[in-house]
């Protein structure tokens, strides 16, 4: 189901650039969405519980991103109060049996490949405890901006369980297993900088930069040829799995669909005519 989220008087709370959404995304409970033109901004809003994942939240993430706004090309995701996000809500864990354990693990599964496979780039501002589940969300997103009070860790060894929101497939593609292995046996909690260094985040900002960093990244990457970002999400870790050969004839399909849309040729010819910027360290 596609919902049309159009734009609505602006609440006090909102910054001067972001307005409410109506429609379905303006009921979720747990979220709280605002737009910046191409924007989707998604707030985690939980911060009594400090924004930890229910299976009510997984649900309303999961909504969104099968709901994405008519003319959405970006999103970014930021946690309110003092964290980004505890992780697994562990008071729904107890006295689960293995069924629904496993179809609790498969529902995070789908809401977090809705993210990482969904329509358009995620960029996650992180900022406090990333933790657990928390960490699993951001690393379904494409870009992580990191405040410098951001810390990362996955207590789960702690909690005598495992990582079930995928954790195990994408973190160490951005970590590596060794650090992962050392995060979960040693409950090692690492902070911005050794986060930026391991690969888990892109950006470091300081304290109170996060969304303003955030919301540029979003915005510029809203400007790309939206088969170039499809194309960068879907493609580039999908080849990055196969085999080189595979991967090789995965690249030249991509990029012949990707160079053959109107935007690219638009975009093409506006360099070659001097219409268009060229590529120069900001
Ligand atoms: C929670 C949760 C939660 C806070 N589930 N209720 N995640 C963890 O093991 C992390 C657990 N949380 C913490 O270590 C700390 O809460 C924080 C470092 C994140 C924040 O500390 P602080 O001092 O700011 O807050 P707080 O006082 O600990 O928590 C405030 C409230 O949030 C409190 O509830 P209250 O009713 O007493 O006010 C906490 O109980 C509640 N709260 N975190 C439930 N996680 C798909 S598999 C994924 C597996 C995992 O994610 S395992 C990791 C779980």
């Known amino acids: 189901m596609t919902t049309s989220a159009s734009i609505t008087k602006e609440p006090a709370s909102a910054p001067a650039d972001e307005q409410p959404v109506q429609g379905l995304l303006a009921t979720l409970d747990l979220l709280r969405v605002t737009r910046n033109g191409p924007v989707l901004h998604l707030r985690l809003n939980r911060p009594a519980k400090r924004n930890a994942l229910s299976d009510p939240f997984i649900q309303q993430l999961h909504t969104v991103f099968v709901n994405m706004p008519e003319g959405i090309r970006a999103v970014m995701i930021s946690g309110e109060g003092q964290h980004f996000c505890a992780g697994l809500d562990l008071s729904e864990v107890v006295a689960r049996d293995i069924d629904s354990a496993v179809q609790h693990s498969r529902m995070w599964h789908a809401a977090f490949d809705a993210i990482q496979f969904g329509p358009v780039p995620v960029v996650a501002v992180l900022h406090g405890a990333v933790v657990g589940g928390g960490l699993e969300l951001a690393s379904a997103c494409h870009i992580r901006v990191a405040e410098d009070s951001a810390y990362f860790g996955l207590p789960e060894g702690q909690r005598g369980i495992f990582v079930g929101g995928g954790g195990s497939a994408r973190i160490p593609r951005l970590m590596g297993v060794a650090r992962m292995t050392d995060l979960m046996l040693t409950g090692r909690v690492y902070d911005a900088q050794e986060g930026l260094h391991a690969g888990l985040v892109q950006y470091v900002v300081p304290a109170g930069n996060g969304l303003e960093k955030g919301m540029a990244l979003a915005q510029r990457i809203a400007t790309n040829a939206q088969m170039s970002n499809y194309a960068v999400m879907h493609a580039l870790p999908r080849i990055a799995d196969q085999s080189q050969g595979l991967g090789l004839f995965t690249e030249s399909l991509m990029a ?27």
């Open 256 to 282: 012949a669909i990707a160079e053959s849309t109107p935007q690219a040729q638009e975009r093409l010819k506006a360099f070659l005519e001097g219409r268009a910027g060229k590529v120069v360290k900001s």
